[in-house]
């Protein structure tokens, strides 16, 4: 399988990293990217580039892009000719695939995924979805490329994919912010920055863990921890109180709503 990466920036790199420790051969894989700082590094790994995919020469069978999205119709155009008969992968935010099928003249062999930052430990999970007349070969590939950095879920409908940008794609925060939440609840009670700074991210590590290994859904999982009048059952009434969950989910909603009118904006812009 050829391989070409439109964009060499951090999530195309992980992409690559993670396809070169299953096995791909480096020289099957291309990166595009008109930065010379991108390029050098991705020569130090040991896979061919250039600035301009025109001049490459490189026949590929996957063409993935990986570039701004305000940069996607000038790569698009600068290429269109050169793929019809490549698979296309899109990481890039807001365009829908059939706004680029129409670019690319009707070319319906299109992916569209939202990965997240995670992916650049190999610890991702991504959303994925296509038209219906994919077939299952170039789901299949798609899939073996994307999973080179994480868990892979289909989406049935491309507007889940919103969703997936406010679930996943924006997730990474949402963790952040409570394990930010914690270390500053240990730093209140008077534990330094190293030993807060461990408390909070190992709790939260070891717990994703434990659930990732458990058979127990979180919630039993929760009860399991929680004595009834003990110390953790005094915290989670007191987030029950405020409405923690409810407003968490609403923040969530909000993250949705937010993926879907950037993208309506973004699609007027390119009209």
Known sequence: MKIVFLGGGNMATALISGLLSKGIAANNILSVDISEEARSKLDAIGVRTAAAYEDSGFNPDVVVFAVKPQN????????????????????????????????????????????????LIKAGISGLFAPQTLDSRDRDMAEEIISAVGKCVWCD???????????????????FYFIEALEKAALEFGFDAEASRAFAIETFLGSSRLAARSDDPPSVLREKVTSKGGTTAAALASFASDQLSELFIKGVKASEARARELGAEFGEKLK
């Open 72 to 119: 996607l119709k000038i790569v698009v155009d600068s290429c269109a000719a050169l793929l019809p008969k490549s698979l296309i992968i899109t990481i890039v935010a807001g365009i829908q695939t059939s706004t680029i099928a129409e670019w690319l003249g009707g070319h319906q062999r299109i992916v569209r995924v939202m990965p997240n930052t995670p992916a």
């Open 157 to 175: 409908e491309e507007s889940k994919i919103d969703a997936v940008t406010a679930l996943s794609g924006s997730g990474p925060a949402y963790v």
